[in-house]
C-alpha cells in the first residue's frame, strides 16, 4: 500500500493585504469567497507553491523555473522537460513535485494541438481566512509629485490563514524530495503580497501532520478560533474519537499540542515547536522512504528473474 502525507497548517495573527483581487477605482482589494456562508479573505494556492519554490531557489536547491528578481521574471532551465523522457534522467525538484504543463495548440488547421503535462504530486489546498472580513480598508498617500494615483487605498485583514496539503511520496522521481516538501511549508515566509507594502508571515504556527496508508487526508480545514483568539481544532479531535484517524498517525506542532481536547488522545505525537515537530515527522517518513525503496528493490528484482 502507498504510503500518504497530509497537512493542516494555520498560521500566526497579523495583518494581511496578500493575494489582491481586482483594483475597484483606486481600491486594491483582497481575493475572497464565501465560506460558511460569510465573506472571508483566500490566498491562491498558485501564491504558496511560488513561495515553496522559491525557497527551494533560495535553499540552493536545482529548481527548474528560476525566479530573477531583477528582471521580476521567470528563467528556465528545461522549458521542454526533457529529463522526463528517460527513466534515469535527472530531474528538478520543482518539476517532480510541483509537476508542469505546457499546452500548444495544432500548427495547421484541424491539426490536433499537444501537451506535455505532469500532475503536481505535492497538492496545496487554497488558504481561507480563519475569521471573516469586516471590510477593513487603509488610505495612504504617494509620496513626491502628487497625480490622480498619490490618492489610494488598501483593503486589509488582521487574520489568520489556514490551509493543508497532500503528498505521495511513492509517485515522486526522487523519493526523498518528500523530504524537502515538508522543509519548505515550514519555513514559508512571504507568500503574495502588495508592493512590498504588507509582511505577513505565513510559516505555521501550528500543524497537523499525518502519515498514513489512508488515502482520505480527513484534516483539511481543521482549525476554530475562540473569541479569544485561541486556536483549537474540534472537528479533527471528534474524527479521532470516531476512529476515522488513528492517533498515532498524527504528529502536532505549536499551539495547538497543548489543547485539552488533543492531549486526551495519548498516542498523538505532541511538540511545542513547529521544528521539532516536523523533525521527528522527517525522521518518521524517511523510515517509510526506506520501506518503499526496499519494496521497489525487491519488485525489480523479482522482474528481472521473469525475464528470459
Known amino acids: 500500500m502507498s504510503i500518504h502525507v497530509f497537512g493542516a497548517v494555520i498560521t500566526a495573527q497579523g495583518v494581511a493585504a496578500n493575494n489582491r483581487g481586482e483594483t475597484e477605482g483606486n481600491i486594491t482589494t483582497l481575493q475572497k469567497l464565501l465560506w460558511k456562508g460569510q465573506v472571508h479573505t483566500t490566498v491562491s494556492a498558485e501564491a504558496i507553491r511560488w513561495a515553496i519554490r522559491y525557497y527551494w531557489q533560495m535553499k540552493g536547491l536545482e529548481v527548474n523555473r528560476q525566479w530573477k528578481d531583477e528582471k521580476e521574471d521567470h528563467e528556465w532551465r528545461d522549458e521542454s522537460w526533457k529529463g522526463w523522457a528517460g527513466e534515469d534522467s535527472e530531474t528538478f525538484i520543482d518539476d517532480d513535485l510541483l509537476g508542469y504543463m505546457k499546452a500548444e495548440g495544432g500548427k495547421a488547421e484541424g491539426e490536433k494541438g499537444h501537451a506535455d503535462k505532469r500532475r503536481g504530486v505535492l497538492e496545496i489546498a487554497r488558504a481561507i481566512s480563519i475569521n471573516p472580513f469586516a471590510g477593513d480598508i487603509t488610505f495612504n498617500s504617494k509620496s513626491g509629485e502628487k ?3 498619490s490618492l489610494y487605498g488598501t483593503e486589509v485583514h488582521a487574520t489568520r490563514y489556514q490551509y493543508g496539503f497532500a503528498l505521495t511520496p511513492q509517485r515522486l522521481r526522487v523519493k526523498e524530495r518528500a523530504l524537502s516538501a515538508i522543509d519548505a511549508i515550514a519555513n514559508l515566509g512571504e507568500v503574495a503580497g502588495n508592493h ?23 484534516l483539511l480545514y481543521c482549525f476554530q478560533e475562540n473569541e479569544a483568539g485561541d486556536i483549537s481544532a474540534q472537528d479533527l479531535a471528534r474524527r479521532l474519537e470516531a476512529g476515522d484517524i488513528e492517533p498515532s498517525e498524527l504528529y502536532i506542532g505549536g499551539t495547538l499540542a497543548s489543547e485539552a481536547n488533543i ?10 515547536g513547529i521544528k521539532s515537530a516536523m523533525d521527528q515527522f522527517k525522521q518518521a517518513l524517511q523510515g517509510e522512504l526506506k520501506n518503499i525503496k526496499g519494496s521497489t528493490d525487491s519488485n525489480d528484482s523479482k522482474d528481472s528473474e521473469k525475464t528470459p
Open 196 to 218: 512590498s507594502r504588507f509582511l505577513f508571515d505565513f510559516s505555521p504556527e501550528s500543524i497537523v501532520l499525518r502519515l498514513t496508508h489512508d488515502p482520505a487526508p480527513r
Open 263 to 272: 492531549k486526551r488522545f495519548d498516542t498523538i505525537h505532541l511538540f511545542p
Open 147 to 149: 497625480g490622480r494615483t
